[in-house]
């Protein structure tokens, strides 16, 4: 059998996903209609992404979707366990715990999580695991030391040493999914105990990797999959890598010139950070690629895709930043606004991510073989 660390026999190809709470909806939209039309070019109905896509991560929600995709899952399949998970997911917390701590208990997500993610034999998988299909990158946040923590079931990977007791592999994969999907605010950090490089106790306290530099986790990607560092070395160029990053939909960011009172600014600021650092990323994987399909950056660049004498990699971003016209379509079916926590959307997330992935997608983006 094939190792996932074996530098591939043509062209290396990088998938990543944003997070983005419940519009984790929206961005399977995309994921299945590339799944649709790989199936189509290759005449296998049974084909799932993983069996396509080489290294696939991704942040927060998006940590979920990538874990699912690595695990060998079709798309379709994946949108039916977040639908019907998705009311234990966002289970609210007290009413005194709610507006002082978190809004949602992690027990449902937790729960969920466990128990999908077992071996064979019903005990845990670790980050380790054979059912694995790709290598896998999920981002998340040490809340005790202040850093992002990207970790890659590459055994290579420095911290990744079986015959070290600070094997990170040894850590429960869902805990680690987990981990990535504890937004601030929203639920509690989730509590990792680990060994140190001698065998010492540690314990560290994670939280979501969207307030990391990383909710767009596409160039991370790219730089574990090549620095030396990281100890996979796979070759980049334009035939040798591809890289797909896929976002949870947007919405203007601005604020009325009128708002200007600390608590607007305060509640406005995560978020406008967060798309800042989105759009950033996504502006290194097309100056250092070649991108062939993305929405405008702004109104200065443009979409910048055009041909690159010596680019890294092919690119392909898709997102959508959401009309005005989607944002009253949404309000037909909602009154709690177009929040990254609101169920009501869900129907809604998946019609419109459909229509607009089958506007957008195309294979020749990112696979012109």
Known sequence: MKSITEPPSGRARLLAFDGGGIRGLFALQY?????????????????????????IGGTSTGAIIAAFLSWGLEVAEIERLYRINALAMFQKSGWTTRFTSHKFVADGLTEFLQKFFVEDDGTPATFGTQKLKTLLLVVTRNASTGSPWPLSNNPQAKYNDPASPG????????????????????????????KGEKGEDMEFAFEDGGITPFNNPAYLLKIMATLPEYNLGWKSGRERMSVVSIGTGGTKLGRDQHMLDVLSQAKNLPSALIGS?????????????????????????????????????IYARYDKIFTDADLKAAEAVTKHGFTLDNLELMDFLCECGASHAEDVVKLEHFDDE
């Open 167 to 194: 094997n990170n592999l040894q850590i429960p994969l869902w805990q680690l999914v987990r981990a990535s999907t504890a937004a601030p605010t929203f639920f509690p950090p989730e509590i990792l105990r680990v």
């Open 277 to 313: 650092f989105q759009q950033y990323q996504d502006l290194l994987c097309r100056v250092h690629g070649e991108c062939r399909y993305g929405p405008p950056i702004d109104g200065e660049l443009g979409a910048l895709t055009r041909p690159s004498e010596n680019p890294e990699y």
């Open 31 to 55: 994921a299945k209609r590339i799944e649709t039309l790989l199936r189509a070019r290759t005449g296998n109905p049974h084909l799932v992404l993983a069996d396509h896509f080489h290294y």
